[in-house]
C-alpha cells in the first residue's frame, strides 16, 4: 500500500514564501505523474500543479509565475515553491500521485495560510 504524505504548511504574511513537501512511500510502486491541489473554505478542490515522471510541469494560470513545481524520482518526493504568496491562495494543499499502472493516491493536505 502506498501513502502519500504532506508537509511544510503554515503561516506567512502576503508577499512572502512557503515551500510544501510530498513523499510518497510503500512497497513496489512507480509514480507517473504527481500533483498538487488546493481547496479553500467553500470552495470546490481545485487543481494547482502537475510534473511528470521526466520533469514537464504546468500550472494553473492563478499561480503561474509564482509556483514551481519539482521532483526527485529516485525518492519519489516532489516539492511546491510558493512564491509571492496572497491571501487567496490560502487553502489545504493536497498532493496527488498516479501511479502505475493506474491507481491515484492521496495525501491528507496541509494548511497554508496568508494573511494580509
Known amino acids: 500500500q502506498v501513502q502519500v504524505v504532506e508537509s511544510g504548511g503554515g503561516l506567512v504574511q502576503a508577499g512572502g514564501s512557503l515551500t510544501l513537501s510530498c513523499a510518497a512511500s510503500?512497497?513496489?510502486?512507480?509514480?507517473?505523474?504527481m500533483d498538487w491541489y488546493r481547496q479553500a473554505p467553500g470552495k470546490q478542490r481545485e487543481w494547482v500543479a502537475t510534473?511528470?515522471?521526466?520533469?514537464?510541469?504546468v500550472y494553473a494560470d492563478s499561480v503561474k509565475g509564482r509556483f514551481i513545481i519539482s521532483r526527485d524520482n529516485a525518492e519519489n518526493t516532489n516539492s511546491l515553491q510558493m512564491n509571492g504568496l496572497k491571501p487567496e491562495d490560502t487553502a489545504i494543499y493536497y498532493c496527488?500521485?498516479?501511479?502505475?499502472?493506474?491507481?491515484?493516491?492521496w495525501g491528507q493536505g496541509t494548511q497554508v495560510t496568508v494573511s494580509s
Open positions: 496527488k500521485a498516479v501511479l502505475r499502472p493506474l491507481a491515484v493516491v
Open positions: 510503500g512497497r513496489r510502486f512507480s509514480i507517473d505523474t
Open positions: 510534473i511528470t515522471s521526466i520533469g514537464s510541469t
